[in-house]
Nanobody, 124 residues
């Protein structure tokens, strides 16, 4: 079993930055892909970013490319999402997810485990 705990959300003005963290515990992460997704009120959950573990290859949605950066600290079993130049449309609950399967890292169906989510609100 894998447990994921997100932190770092909050309220920020447009143009500001936040860094989300996702601490993982439980089974070894040597073969996991870690993903970030978000869900705004009334909308479907959408892909934001993914990072392979432990290789560190990263993938981003077009809407956040150049503004968001995903990274990981293997020693701490933690992945991060650095979010810069935030926009009001980035407002959502952000979820961390882990997958032990190979496939499309942008698909929610790939992921076995999910965190509880952390709220990010960007004011204009």
């Amino acid at each position: 079993q894998v447990q994921l705990v997100e932190s770092g959300g909050g309220l920020v003005q447009a143009g500001g930055s936040l860094r989300l963290s996702c601490a993982a515990s439980g089974r070894t992460f040597s073969s996991y892909v870690m993903g970030w997704f978000r869900q705004a009120p009334g909308k479907e959950r959408e892909f934001v970013a993914a990072i392979s573990w432990p290789g560190g290859n990263t993938y981003y949605a077009d809407s956040v490319k150049g503004r968001f950066t995903s990274s990981r600290d293997n020693a701490k079993n933690t992945v991060y999402l650095q979010m810069n130049s935030l926009k009001p449309e980035d407002t959502a609950v952000y979820y961390c997810a882990a997958s032990s399967k190979y496939g499309d890292s942008s698909s929610t169906y790939l992921y076995n485990y999910w965190g509880q989510g952390t709220q990010v609100t960007v004011s204009s």
